[in-house]
């Protein structure tokens, strides 16, 4: 017989408490997106379906970034 798992209770006072993670962003090819550094720009290529990199066309440059995406965002 197994013997039920106990749930901890986070208290709000705990100077330990748990993280909350950001959702992943995912991005596609075609999709419109700005980056702090570089502005605006078109996602051209996705590696490992977006868990590796993201190609981007930004005009006037090309850039592959990597996650986490905390610059780019999709528009």
């Given at each position: 017989m197994t013997k039920p798992v106990a749930v901890r209770r986070v208290l709000p006072?705990?100077?330990f408490k748990?993280?909350?993670e950001a959702p992943?962003?995912?991005f596609a090819?075609?999709?419109r997106v700005t980056h702090d550094t570089y502005g605006?720009?078109?996602?051209i290529g996705v590696e490992g379906g977006g868990d590796i990199?993201?190609?981007?066309?930004f005009g006037s440059r090309r850039e592959r970034i990597t996650p986490p995406y905390a610059a780019m965002f999709k528009l």
């Open positions: 006072t705990s100077p748990t993280r909350i992943r962003k995912h090819v075609g999709d605006l720009g078109r996602a990199a993201v190609l981007v066309d």
